[in-house]
């Protein structure tokens, strides 16, 4: 696999998007990874703090609402 923006090669994909990534161009954002609600008043999460980012795409960082999936 080729960095999406250099065409070297790729030692991580991002995330958020699946592009390659070379070392000159990985970054790091947090991921949430899982979320689960114990109380049903107190929602948890469980974080990847440095998951791998191109820098380029644009995760959504606040949750949506998406009533078509209940």
Do not use: Q
């Not at 030692?11 to 991921?31: E, M, N, Q, S, T």
Request: charged share 35%; net charge positive; aromatic share 8%.
């Amino acid at each position: 696999m080729r960095c999406s923006f250099c065409k070297k090669t790729a030692v991580a994909i991002c995330r958020f998007c699946g592009r390659g990534l070379c070392d000159d161009h990985k970054k790091c954002k947090p991921y949430v990874s899982a979320a689960y609600d114990e109380n049903r008043d107190d929602p948890k999460f469980i974080v990847v703090e440095d998951a791998m980012w191109c820098g380029k795409c644009n995760p959504v960082m606040k949750p949506i609402e998406m009533p078509e999936a209940e």
